[in-house]
């Protein structure tokens, strides 16, 4: 579907007061979910037709060594997942399951139950031992501690954990909702919503005191969204209705602005206690008798 251009300088342009909304790109990485992910679901699929030509007992071993390469897959694509998660946060706990390291055992597994069934159990051995290195060597080992959680209290930790995934969720219901407008504009206004979102969201994992603050936006003002972004695109998908995009856009606009403010704030507050202390310390050393003595010219 043909989209329409538009800028600063189009006739339907941002006004120069306007605020730069954040780009859908800030702070991602090039996604590990990739080609060899989905090999891993498509390298299993001859065994089917070597069970279905084999004997009873031969189909049934070669069936379960299917099912357990699948099973290795898919937890794979989800450890990879859940690493993507934990690397892009600055704070973040491990992965309560390892996943990767459950795939490659399922892995070597699998090719060992293959193994078994069309040759022996020594090849099976092989089979297993090769399997599950090169899978760990294919896509790593899974984060095995948390992350940026040095001083921080482990409640105020688990809060805030709690809470970024709960608003994340909620990005994810509004994001594959616009998607079904297929629209590429309403998409990318979605996305760099995200992005100011989660602006807010990496501020408050810095200083878990800021969650307070912050809750009200990232629950009810999340939860607000997500509910009309849901009822927009059902209505948009089946009129394209000009009027109530306009008015879904306004919104959007209105969310990042206050979003944006809420993060200045906190990072305002975060300088202002940073300022405090260093001006308390500074009293301290002077009670302590400490003076900052400038370095003589070379001239003297």
Same mark, same amino acid.
């Given at each position: 579907?043909?989209?329409?251009?538009?800028?600063?300088?189009?006739?339907?342009?941002?006004?120069?007061?306007?605020?730069?909304?954040?780009?859908?790109?800030?702070?991602?990485?090039?996604?590990?979910?990739?080609?060899?992910?989905?090999?891993?679901?498509?390298?299993?699929?001859?065994?089917?037709?070597?069970? !279905?030509?084999?004997?009873?007992?031969?189909?049934?071993?070669?069936?379960?060594?299917?099912?357990?390469?699948?099973?290795?897959?898919?937890?794979?694509?989800?450890?990879?997942?859940?690493?993507?998660?934990?690397?892009?946060?600055?704070?973040?706990?491990?992965?309560?399951?390892?996943?990767?390291?459950?795939?490659?055992?399922?892995?070597?597994?699998?090719?060992?139950?293959?193994?078994?069934?069309?040759?022996?159990?020594?090849?099976?051995?092989?089979?297993?031992?090769?399997?599950?290195?090169?899978?760990?060597?294919? !896509?790593?080992?899974?984060?095995?501690?948390?992350?940026?959680?040095?001083?921080?209290?482990?409640?105020?930790? #688990?809060?805030?954990?709690?809470?970024?995934?709960?608003?994340?969720?909620?990005?994810?219901?509004?994001?594959?909702?616009?998607?079904?407008?297929?629209?590429?504009?309403?998409?990318?206004?979605?996305?760099? !919503?995200?992005?100011?979102?989660? #602006?807010?969201?990496?501020?408050?994992?810095?200083?878990?005191?800021?969650?307070?603050?912050?809750?009200?936006?990232?629950?009810?003002?999340?939860?607000?969204?997500? #509910?009309?972004?849901?009822? !927009?695109?059902?209505?948009?998908?089946?009129?394209?209705?000009?009027?109530?995009?306009?008015?879904?856009?306004?919104?959007?606009?209105?969310?990042?602005?206050?979003?944006?403010?809420?993060?200045?704030?906190?990072?305002?507050?975060?300088?202002?206690?940073?300022?405090?202390?260093?001006?308390?310390?500074?009293?301290?050393?002077?009670?302590?008798?400490?003076?900052?003595?400038?370095?003589?010219?070379?001239?003297?």
């Amino acid at each position: 579907m043909a989209q329409r251009y538009g800028g600063k300088f189009s006739p339907d342009g941002s006004p120069d007061n306007a605020p730069t909304p954040s780009s859908p790109f800030k702070g991602k990485r090039r996604s590990r979910i990739g080609g060899r992910v989905n090999m891993l679901f498509f390298a299993p699929i001859p065994l089917v037709f070597q069970a !279905f030509g084999s004997e009873p007992v031969v189909m049934a071993t070669y069936l379960a060594a299917f099912g357990t390469l699948m099973l290795a897959a898919w937890l794979t694509r989800e450890g990879l997942l859940a690493q993507e998660s934990y690397d892009s946060r600055k704070v973040a706990k491990r992965p309560a399951i390892p996943r990767k390291l459950f795939g490659s055992i399922l892995t070597g597994a699998g090719l060992a139950i293959a193994g078994f069934a069309g040759h022996g159990p020594i090849e099976a051995m092989i089979f297993a031992a090769l399997g599950a290195i090169l899978h760990g060597l294919a !896509f790593g080992l899974d984060p095995m501690k948390d992350k940026g959680a040095e001083g921080i209290d482990s409640f105020q930790q #688990d809060r805030v954990a709690r809470a970024v995934d709960e608003a994340e969720k909620h990005l994810s219901t509004m994001f594959s909702a616009i998607q079904k407008t297929a629209d590429r504009g309403l998409v990318r206004r979605v996305e760099e !919503f995200q992005a100011t979102a989660r #602006d807010l969201f990496r501020t408050v994992e810095e200083d878990p005191r800021d969650l307070t603050a912050a809750r009200k936006y990232m629950g009810v003002y999340l939860m607000g969204a997500k #509910d009309a972004t849901v009822k !927009f695109a059902d209505l948009y998908s089946r009129n394209r209705d000009a009027n109530a995009r306009r008015d879904y856009e306004d919104l959007l606009t209105d969310l990042e602005q206050n979003f944006a403010a809420r993060t200045q704030a906190l990072l305002l507050d975060d300088r202002s206690d940073l300022t405090v202390e260093i001006e308390v310390l500074r009293e301290r050393l002077q009670r302590e008798g400490v003076r900052l003595e400038t370095a003589p010219s070379s001239e003297e």
